[in-house]
């Protein structure tokens, strides 16, 4: 009895550690890397009521007709700019999380650089910080505009990916979202080089046609770099 008493102790304190030693967009350390346990990230979860809580309101508006048994929150690692190891989430529709886990799982594999990857919620679900602060994201709902039509993001079924490497970029206007990635919308293959600008030659691009999403970067007037959708 004594001992199973002390077992629940330890489950409790062990769930308890977990869960604050968890949050995304922090680094981890080099002791935290040496016992890195993969199978800890790289994984799917329901919406849980804590995360729902982050989200409601935000990503989340009260309007939402996407439904919160069809999303999931993902845990995942990801290179920050330093090239050091980040904690990373995302929601997104439990249709594409085998997909996603499966991508954000190789390009961590490869080193390949992703700057931020938190909710859009710690930005207010305010779609131009987002991509002003270069977070890379998912589901956030939103209406195509003008339409009753739901958004591919607002199904959870779109990913930006490093938003202001990537704006997007209306090239018959010259309309760039975020403002603040004009200069990446133009020019892109002298900065390639330097940066994980998307192209065709791009591991990113590659990896998401492999799972059958389509690239925003190839439609004609309006270059959404960052986008893919399935
Ligand atoms: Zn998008």
């Known amino acids: 009895m004594k001992r199973l008493l ?13 869960a604050q030693s968890w949050k995304a967009g922090t680094v981890l350390s080099d002791s935290e890397l040496k016992d890195l346990k993969i199978e800890q990230f790289f994984v799917e979860e329901e919406v849980s009521e804590d995360v729902f809580a982050r989200m409601s309101g935000k990503s989340f508006p009260s309007s939402c007709t996407t439904k919160r048994a069809s999303l999931r929150y993902l845990k995942l690692l990801h290179r920050n700019k330093e090239g050091k190891t980040q904690r990373g989430e995302m929601v997104c529709n439990k249709a594409i999380a085998t997909d996603l886990i499966d991508i954000f799982k190789q390009l961590y594999a490869s080193n390949y650089r ?9 930005y207010d679900a305010v779609d131009e910080k987002v991509m002003t602060a270069n977070n890379t994201s998912c589901f956030n709902f939103r209406f195509v505009s003008g ?8 199904l959870g079924m779109a990913v930006d990916i490093n938003p202001l490497y990537n704006p997007c970029y209306n090239t018959r206007n010259g309309k760039c979202e975020p403002k603040a990635g004009k200069d990446y919308a133009t020019s892109r293959s002298t900065k390639k080089a330097a940066l994980p600008l998307i192209d065709k030659q791009d591991l990113c691009y590659k990896l998401f046609i492999q799972h059958s999403f389509r690239w925003g970067g190839a439609w004609r007037t309006k270059k959404d770099y960052q986008h893919f959708e399935k």
């Open 6 to 18: 002390h077992l629940i102790i330890y489950l409790a304190l062990a769930i308890t550690v977990q």
């Open 147 to 154: 339409t009753r039509r739901v958004s591919k993001h607002g």
């Open 114 to 122: 992703i700057e931020r990857m938190v909710l859009p919620d710690e």
